[in-house]
């Protein structure tokens, strides 16, 4: 067993409809349930944040979404309240299928967000995906889910930093491309050695 597949963030609040949107973000999920019988191993992410979540624009008076703020661990954009623990929001898509070898949650300690799947936004605090991984001598890693730019790319940039063999397939990714973010992911993807796949 060396191949896994990571299917990152498929939840409602991604999908049309949701809090926080991503543009024919559904539209992935036949692909992916396609996809998984390829893969000796299957891990899903899932955003958990707690209400009141120091992401959410709710938390700072006079912010809105999509506002810039500074954390302790650096530059923070500001999101809608979303993937709220228990919340239909965060559940999966319906559609998609859940029947996976390991779920991920994070972003669940109040004053840190986590678009990665292996660390919080402070860059040192590990999710234990990289732990697992390990453990089952897993090194090689297809990405996709949702978003291209944010939590598919940072997991995409930490799993090469890592050492892993990375590809994202991005026919089976969408983005949410604020103020260019699609392209300079793309960029930071390439530049660490993740390969981008159609």
């Known amino acids: 067993m060396t191949q896994a597949l990571i299917?990152?963030?498929?939840?409602?609040?991604?999908?049309?409809?949701g809090a926080l949107a991503v543009p024919d973000g559904d539209v992935i999920v036949p692909l992916i349930n396609e996809m998984m019988g390829d893969f000796d191993s299957v891990i899903?992410?899932?955003?958990?944040?707690?209400?009141?979540?120091?992401?959410?624009?709710?938390?700072?008076?006079?912010?809105?979404?999509?506002?810039?703020?500074?954390?302790?661990?650096?530059?923070?954009?500001?999101?809608?309240?979303?993937?709220?623990?228990g919340t239909r929001g965060a559940?999966?898509?319906?559609?998609?299928?859940?029947?996976?070898?390991?779920?991920?949650?994070?972003?669940?300690?109040?004053?840190?967000?986590?678009?990665?799947?292996?660390?919080?936004?402070?860059?040192?605090?590990?999710?234990?995906?990289?732990?697992?991984?390990?453990?089952?001598?897993i090194d090689r890693l297809t990405l996709v889910g949702l978003a291209t730019d944010f939590c598919v790319h940072y997991s995409a940039v930490d799993a090469a930093?890592?050492?892993?063999?990375?590809?994202?397939?991005?026919?089976?990714c969408r983005a949410i491309d604020l103020d260019g973010s699609l392209e300079a992911a793309t960029g930071a993807m390439i530049s660490a050695g993740v390969i981008l796949a159609g």
């Not at 299917?7 to 409809?17: L, R």
């Not at 991920?104 to 936004?121: L, P, Q």
């Not at 930093?161 to 089976?172: K, Q, Y």
């Open 7 to 17: 299917v990152i963030d498929v939840q409602n609040d991604f999908c049309p409809g």
């Open 44 to 85: 899903l992410t899932q955003d958990w944040h707690p209400a009141g979540h120091l992401s959410f624009a709710s938390s700072h008076p006079g912010k809105a979404a999509f506002d810039l703020v500074d954390m302790p661990y650096g530059p923070q954009v500001l999101w809608p309240d979303h993937c709220v623990q």
């Open 91 to 137: 559940a999966f898509h319906p559609d998609l299928r859940t029947d996976a070898d390991l779920i991920i949650r994070k972003g669940f300690r109040r004053g840190i967000d986590s678009y990665s799947g292996f660390f919080e936004n402070d860059r040192t605090t590990p999710t234990g995906l990289e732990g697992y991984l390990r453990n089952r001598g």
């Open 161 to 172: 930093r890592l050492g892993f063999a990375v590809e994202v397939r991005m026919s089976a």
